[in-house]
């Protein structure tokens, strides 16, 4: 299950959960088994892997959720409660975010199996790898066997974007040496986790067939599922690694909208100014559409943002993390007095300031305020990403 996995191009494309559910191993019948998902945990007709789980004779006593709930209906940050049965099938659910966002040890006492299912969108800051590495962690510490049943990186797994995360900004969005854009499936990341944090698990992948590293999620033939509440299509994914950067400024980056992530704006903002300075860059794959839009929540909720849409002209050439620093930049220098960087706390951060722990560093930021090139920003950490890199070629499963 966990060796490179050879595709062929005319090979059908399955799931790792089809995989595993055509031809489920002995001990899916007899052991006692956890299953860490959420509602974007389908297959390609969009039947739930929890159902089909139990309708293939699996002995489901546990459903751990992640952030935003099993069903992703949390909004951002709001706590989830543990103690909590699934109405569907009366299984108990424990959420990893509530006061713990690891699983609490009398939960893996009572499983032997964790089926580990979830739809990641490329980002380290998409909390649901984190979760995902806490669970592997806790089960090596446990005895418990961990499984993945693989999806595809909705944003392809050869891009990389990004400054890997110092260990002094490691936190709940950055736990593990990886970069904004890692180019990782969850099952990849899975094996980096147990490499990388030296995690002594007992860990199987169960690959997907016929997914080629290259592949974007609009060409699989799949419905996107959104896995949280602001993530509604795969084009939002893919603007994420970027646009998630704005979470640590005061301008709005679209929550409370029907187009989170898409949309950005503030009462302030100075659009023609704006793009003065953003046309500049050169940036590549990319258009920005003049709106006024009001967000229902979230930042100036019922003020009028003035800002702007971004469309994705070229999904090839274009590069969101370079994309989101420019933006950074551009509002710095064309609203000096009335950009912003907010203040802590962010996460369980006390201290640093949400934009260092989102990007894992406070020299980027540094660098982005001073002015400096962003072309040689990026140039600044190509060491860190080469190491990076080798280190994920030991973990890859897919052909390119």
Not at 191 to 217: E, H, N, P, Y
Request: charged letters at 25%; one cysteine or more.
């Amino acid at each position: 299950m966990i060796g490179r996995n050879q595709i062929g191009r005319g090979e059908e494309f399955r799931l790792g959960c089809e995989v595993f559910l055509a031809s489920p191993p002995r001990w899916f019948h007899t052991a006692r088994l956890g299953l860490l998902a959420n509602q974007a945990s389908v297959n390609k007709s969009l039947q739930s892997v929890k159902e089909l789980a139990l309708a293939a004779g699996g002995r489901l006593s546990c459903i751990f959720s992640p952030q935003h709930g099993y069903y992703s209906e949390k909004q951002a940050n709001m706590i989830q409660s543990s103690d909590w049965r699934d109405p569907d099938t009366g299984i108990p659910v424990v959420s990893l975010y509530s006061e713990s966002r690891e699983p609490p040890a009398e939960a893996l006492e009572a499983i032997d199996v964790l089926l580990i299912d979830l739809q990641d969108i490329g980002t380290r800051v998409y909390t649901y790898t984190a979760t995902m590495g806490l669970c592997l962690e806790a089960a090596a510490r446990s005895g418990v066997k961990a499984v993945v049943l693989d999806r595809p990186n909705p944003i392809n797994g050869t891009e990389i974007e990004g400054n890997v995360v110092e260990p002094a900004f490691r936190s709940f969005v950055g736990r593990y040496p990886v970069p904004m854009r890692h180019g990782l499936t969850a099952g990849e990341f899975a094996r980096f986790v147990c490499a990388a944090a030296d995690v002594d698990c007992d860990l199987d992948v169960v690959s997907m067939k016929g997914w080629r590293r290259g592949c974007q999620f609009d060409e699989l033939g799949l419905h996107w599922v959104y896995p949280s509440p602001n993530m509604p299509t795969w084009e939002t994914a893919l603007l994420y690694p970027g646009m998630v950067l704005l979470e640590g400024t005061n301008i709005s980056e679209g929550r409370g909208t029907t187009m989170p992530f898409q949309l950005f704006g503030a009462p302030f903002l100075n659009r023609r100014g704006f793009m003065e300075e953003l046309k500049k860059r050169g940036l590549e794959g990319v258009t920005f559409r003049p709106v006024v839009y009001e967000p229902a929540f979230d930042k100036y909720k019922r003020q009028a943002c003035f800002g702007f849409q971004i469309h994705i002209t070229d999904k090839e050439r274009f590069k969101p993390y370079r994309m989101g620093l420019n933006l950074l930049q551009a509002l710095g220098i064309t609203h000096p007095d009335l950009f912003k960087w907010l203040d802590p706390p962010y996460e369980y951060e006390l201290e640093k300031l949400p934009i260092d722990i989102l990007i894992g560093s406070d020299a980027v930021r540094r660098r982005v305020e001073q002015g400096q090139d962003i072309g040689k920003i990026e140039w600044s950490w190509e060491q860190q990403l080469g190491e990076y890199r080798e280190k994920r070629e030991a973990c890859l499963l897919y052909a390119e």
